[in-house]
């Protein structure tokens, strides 16, 4: 098991096949994938399709992809965080989701900091976007908290909804995080 991040409460680390369930757990909640546009999931085998051929192909094609992020306390693995690179656009997303159970404890917030410490310091990346669905009020503040600033209203995919893109440099993240 790699370890990839890790903060007090938390663990970042590569999915496994062994966290199907808890993949499945999240990823077939309507709360979990309320804002997404992802399909609500119905079975495991579609967990472990994203396990295989998301994740474990983000991780080899790109190096990084989105993490298990595990509950200390628990040894739960509770969502996903981390960065996805989207060649459509040239550009590096960060994104998460967590199990409602966790919303609102600082956790987004938590796991943020470290994944934009991972993708500045470590990648060597220039920019990260973020890219929410404007009813998901939560999430936006996550990302105005962490820096990330607002600037333009699109669509993601063709004809798709608007959703708000935010971005932080490595030259604002600099200023933010004194590194």
């Not at 051929?53 to 965080?81: C, H, Q």
């Not at 060597?124 to 939560?138: F, S, Y």
């Not at 820096?147 to 935010?166: H, I, M, Q, T």
Request: proline share 2%; charged share 30%; hydrophobic share 40%.
């Amino acid at each position: 098991m790699s370890i990839f991040l890790e903060t007090d409460r938390l663990i970042l680390r590569e999915f496994e096949l062994s966290d199907l369930q808890a993949v499945y757990n999240f990823a077939s909640d309507v709360e979990v994938q309320k804002y997404t546009g992802d399909t609500i999931l119905t079975d495991l085998n579609q967990a472990k399709d994203i396990i295989i051929n998301v994740w474990f192909s983000d991780y080899k094609k790109y190096g990084y992809g989105r993490w298990a992020v595990v509950l200390k306390p628990e040894n739960k693995v509770i969502g996903f965080a981390g960065l996805k690179y989207l060649p459509e656009l040239n550009e590096t997303d960060v994104g998460f989701r967590f199990l409602p159970e966790y919303w609102g404890i600082g956790i987004a917030t938590e796991v943020s900091k470290e994944i934009l410490k991972y993708g500045f310091e470590i990648l060597k990346l220039e920019k990260i976007i973020g890219i929410v669905i404007p009813e998901n009020v939560a999430s936006s503040k996550v990302l105005k908290k962490l820096g990330f600033n607002f600037y333009k209203l699109d669509s993601y995919d063709n004809g798709g909804e608007k959703c708000n893109w935010y971005k932080i440099d490595k030259k604002r993240y600099l200023e933010l995080y004194g590194r």
